[in-house]
């Protein structure tokens, strides 16, 4: 049974979503619904192993106080698609 879900996304990421999911010849509601079948799969997944190298980089990087993600990720993106 399908249910509706309302999500609060920026208007340019929801732009670059909807070519994208056009592109694919998929409707964005397709690929969000796939993406989070994906995570909730691997995160129940016991076969995904974190490889010797990857688990010692754990942790390794802390982020300065104040560090704002969200922000230079869209700053990043932005300038990737301009």
Same mark, same amino acid.
Do not use: C, W
């Given at each position: 049974?399908?249910?509706? #879900? /309302? ?16 592109? %694919? !010849? $998929? ?11 994906? #995570? /909730? ?16 980089? %754990? !942790? $390794? ?11 230079? #990720? ?9």
């Amino acid at each position: 049974m399908d249910t509706k #879900l /309302t999500l609060t996304i920026e208007k340019d990421v929801i732009s670059e979503a909807k070519q994208y999911a056009k592109e %694919k !010849g $998929s409707s964005l509601s397709e690929i969000v619904e796939n993406y989070f079948i994906f #995570l /909730t799969k691997s995160m129940r997944s016991e076969q995904f192993e974190l490889s010797p190298t990857v688990k010692s980089l %754990k !942790g $390794s990087f802390k982020a300065p106080k104040g560090f704002d993600y969200k922000a230079v #990720l869209k700053e990043e993106i932005q300038k990737k698609h301009t």
